[in-house]
């Protein structure tokens, strides 16, 4: 429930993904590899099945796609990091903050632990891309909590 939670701003409609990614992982039980974790195949289908709600809902519409230019772009390594001592609420609550695209991709990466690999093929957009939202969201994480 705290992963659906994550996505939607009602339990239920996070009940409802929650069911429905139970349904699938029923019905593809013997496609477990039992090398693997059972919680991180079952995640992956949860979060799968969140995203695919929210394509449905067209709400996944508001992404914001950044030209395939981007692709060749390097991206500059980040300033070493300095020590905060932050409420993990208010960091959440920061998140919320962020614009939509860039707000799935940092949950994504950050909170899931997905790869950029991982985000492209969710979301449909090239890993340079999630990149690009996981470097803005970072700075704008570090200028919302700075204050």
Known sequence: MSVAMKYFNNEEDAAL??????????????KYNSEFSFITWS??????????ELRKRKKY????????????FELAEEE??????ID????????????NATKK????YLLEGHTHSD?????GISAQTSKWHLKTGKSKLRDLLSD
């Open 119 to 123: 985000i492209s093929d969710i979301l």
């Open 105 to 108: 991709v940092v949950k994504l």
């Open 88 to 99: 993990n609420n208010k960091i959440l609550n920061a998140i919320e903050e962020l614009p």
């Open 80 to 85: 070493p990091k300095e020590e905060l001592s």
């Open 61 to 72: 519409n508001e992404t914001m796609f950044i030209s395939d230019k981007i692709e060749h």
């Open 17 to 30: 993904c929650i069911n429905d990614s139970f349904i699938k992982v029923c019905d593809n039980i013997e």
């Open 43 to 52: 995640r992956t289908i949860l979060t799968r099945t969140i995203i695919d």
